[in-house]
């Protein structure tokens, strides 16, 4: 495609619910990351993907974040039972391999109440 | 640990006035560096990058940026602000490990243009 592309867009959520993020990225793309970004401040990493292997997650904040890859292309980040503090715009970025420079998708705006 | 400093939270402009968007990073190795843009709503696009070479690396929408190692900044200029450059400024440092770039983010900059 284009670009990253991500869905839903905006995603309200009642506290205790589970959601799940979707991220399609630029075609050919190997290397996949998701970053989440709170209010006023920049985006923090969350978890790596090369094709379907997920080789970082050291940034996931706790064990009710999950993500996967399972076919190496897209991809879904998934909350479980979500708490307020998981408000935040999430974002998605791909890169080819070897390349150094990510592009971004429009990222999922996720506001918990 | 790595970091991204950007001091200036917001910062405002009159169209056609030159600008200078403030980055220190704290890294151990010599760093990829980036400047990305976000404009209400949208992603992150990027501006410029420097990775080694040049010290003045140009990029896009007549933005530039000027490496210096002794200070440990990567400012981002343009000599004439537009109204369309209204947006929030990233500097991220990349953390090389492993085969990848994970990225570190400052804070960013708001930048307003006043007509």
């Known amino acids: 495609g284009a670009g990253v592309s991500q869905s839903p867009r905006y995603k309200v959520a009642k506290r205790g619910q589970d959601v799940a993020l979707r991220c399609d990225p630029i075609?050919?793309?190997?290397?996949l990351f998701w970053y989440q970004q709170a209010l006023g401040q920049g985006p923090e990493f969350l978890t790596y993907?090369?094709?379907?292997?997920?080789?970082?997650k050291s940034g996931l904040p706790s064990d009710r974040f999950f993500a996967e890859r399972p076919e190496g292309s897209v991809s879904t980040l998934k909350i479980q039972r979500t708490q307020q503090e998981d408000s935040a715009v999430y974002l998605c970025?791909?890169?080819?391999?070897?390349?150094?420079?990510?592009?971004f998708g429009p990222g999922t705006r996720l506001l918990v109440l | 640990a790595q970091s991204v400093t950007q001091p200036d939270i917001h910062i405002t402009v009159s169209e056609g006035a030159s600008l200078e968007l403030r980055c220190n990073y704290s890294y151990g190795a010599t760093p990829y560096l980036f400047w990305y843009v976000q404009s209400p709503g949208q992603g992150l696009q990027l501006l410029l990058k420097y990775f080694s070479g040049d010290t003045l690396v140009q990029g896009i929408k007549g933005f530039e940026a000027e490496f210096k190692r002794s200070q440990s900044s990567f400012n981002l200029r343009k000599p004439s602000v537009h109204w369309s450059d209204a947006a929030e400024y990233f500097c991220a440092v990349g953390r090389y490990s492993g085969g990848y770039n994970k990225l570190i983010f400052g804070a960013g900059t708001r930048l307003a243009v006043h007509p």
């Open positions: 993907f090369q094709n379907e292997a997920q080789l970082d």
């Open positions: 075609s050919g793309h190997v290397s």
């Open positions: 970025a791909s890169t080819i391999a070897g390349e150094e420079t990510q592009y």
